[in-house]
T-cell receptor, first 110, second 115 residues
């Protein structure tokens, strides 16, 4: 079945360093979403990308959707302790469900 | 509060007991989803409702699991004869239709511990 893979599984950074997580789908996606889950919290929607090659920015966060619409990335510039959490990518299947990657857990050391 | 509400937030039960979780979605959202999340994993899809119709169920949803959404408003997820492997966070999410259909708003979840 369709799968969404994320790497790395976790990453430790020093505050101020950059961070990137990558998402790869086994099939072409019509769109892709990114969510953030703080420790002890629930996933919160960050952004949706729809167009091939699309790049969107939210302050220090840059999201990119690949040309083939099978991969995506999230880059955080100059991480802060408030960035701590797990970042998930998610995409729709041919049916109604949205499947999630296993997430990349970000640890930020002050 | 206009978000997605879930109740109870925590449930501890003994193996073999039945448990029921409730989800109240955002009122304007006609789509409702149940997911299960275990430690270190992403949410796993369980089932989906559009209004009151249950349109898709995961293979993960064994016969012990049943979900309803009467009148297309709140939803319940019942687990019968619970097993220790059912211990997880059960997340409810809702969304609108159209271009926002894949943008999920999650509730805080119901954490189940089966002893």
């Amino acid at each position: 079945g369709q799968q969404v893979m994320q790497i790395p599984q976790y990453q430790h950074v020093q505050e101020g360093e950059d961070f990137t997580t990558y998402c790869n789908s086994s099939t072409t996606l019509s769109n892709i979403q990114w969510y953030k889950q703080r420790p002890g919290g629930h996933p919160v929607f960050l952004i949706q990308l729809v167009k091939s090659g699309e790049v969107k920015k939210q302050k220090r966060l840059t999201f990119q959707f690949g040309e083939a619409k099978k991969n995506s990335s999230l880059h955080i510039t100059a991480t802060q302790t408030t960035d701590v959490g797990t970042y998930f990518c998610a995409g729709p299947t041919g049916g109604f469900k949205t499947i999630f990657g296993a997430g990349t857990r970000l640890f930020v050391k002050a | 509060d206009t978000g997605v509400s879930q109740d109870p937030r925590h449930k501890i039960t003994k193996r073999g007991q039945n448990v029921t979780f409730r989800c109240d979605p955002i009122s304007e959202h006609n789509r409702l989803y149940w997911y299960r999340q275990t430690l270190g994993q992403g949410p796993e899809f369980l089932t989906y409702f559009q209004n009151e119709a249950q349109l898709e169920k995961s293979r993960l949803l064994s016969d012990r699991f049943s979900a309803e959404r009467p009148k297309g408003s709140f939803s319940t997820l019942e687990i019968q004869r619970t097993e220790q492997g059912d211990s997880a966070m059960y997340l409810c999410a809702s969304s609108v239709g159209g271009s926002g259909a894949n943008v999920l708003t999650f509730g805080a979840g119901s954490r189940l511990t089966v002893l």
